[in-house]
């Protein structure tokens, strides 16, 4: 059997673990919690934590959750087989201890080649249809098939060999039979598996929602002050909107937009003008463990992303009309900080399996 606790600790997390100082992986629901809303879908009721809402899901008809595709993705997930030399999963550059995103401004992928964009988080993303920075991806099906070809990534030759790949590792027929009723290893499949699995790690109960639930005492006077700034003088509810934090839409903050190859970002997808340099809101739920920020990892903390939105972004012509000087106090800005650092809370079915199929 592959040792993928291991595997994830030593080579991905380790320094993330100990930065943290407090588990970040949680899979059960803590005793004596708030109840969350319920998410009932194909053969799976699942609890979410305190502040989702189980009405926003996203969850295709054509791949209602199972408990046995997500037991299936889970181990796919995290098994690095499915990359050109066997090193990089998915969970290489969307590690689980470290909010699902990479300590690294844009991750490595085979023969350690470098991408050009910040790997956003999972977490949530089950509330979320289109995917990646600039929504190319029309789901999480969709997404998941991406990076498995992409030469800088996972380098597969092409999706009939991560099939055979898989479809060699033995130990994968009873997990496929169970999932889809026989043993016949699809790309499809693998990517319904996969995305069943991420739909699965949600993080809410944070601080902020057990205030909001009534639990006066969850916040400090700091995070108080920043969530009332949150909503008012900072302007952050605008793009950053609802229970997860995000509009689901495409902005332009003027990142990267001074560099000699700027990144189109959304402009690649829909060939608009207007949507040059524009990419998704990403949520704020567990911000504070996703370091370093923005789509190209060029902010190295949330004070740095605060004060960034501070000064107005950056200007140039797609610049989005919600952005502009905010004239922050170097309080405010302290209180923002404490306020999105309050917005971290359990995530659940984080811990990497102990070992793999062979």
Known sequence: MIDVRGRILTRLALAA???AGAAVAVDA?????VRGETLTSGSISLELPLGLQAGAAYVPEANPLTAEKVELGKLLYFDPRLSLDRTVSCASCHNPFHGFA???PT???V???????NSPTVINRLFSKEQFWDGRAEDLEAQAKGPLTNPVEMAMPSHDAVVERVAAVHGYAPYFKKAFGDEKVTIDRIAQAIASYERTVVAGNSPYDRYVAGDKDALS????RGS???DGKANCRVCHAGFNFTDESYHNLGVGMDAAKSDAGREEVTKQEGDRGAFKTPTLRNVAQTAPYMHDGSEAT?????EFYNRGGRPNPQLSKEIRPLGLSARDVDDLVAFLEALTGEVRNATPPASLPQ
Not at 221 to 224: C, G, L, N
Not at 302 to 306: G, K, P, S, T
């Open 111 to 117: 023969g350690g080649k470098v991408g050009a964009r």
């Open 29 to 33: 629901p803590p005793a004596g919690r």
């Open 17 to 19: 673990v100990v930065a």
């Open 302 to 306: 949330l004070r740095d992303v605060v």
């Open 228 to 230: 009332m700034l949150f």
């Open 107 to 109: 991750s490595k992928g």
């Open 102 to 104: 990479d300590p690294a």
């Open 221 to 224: 006077a700091a995070a108080q």
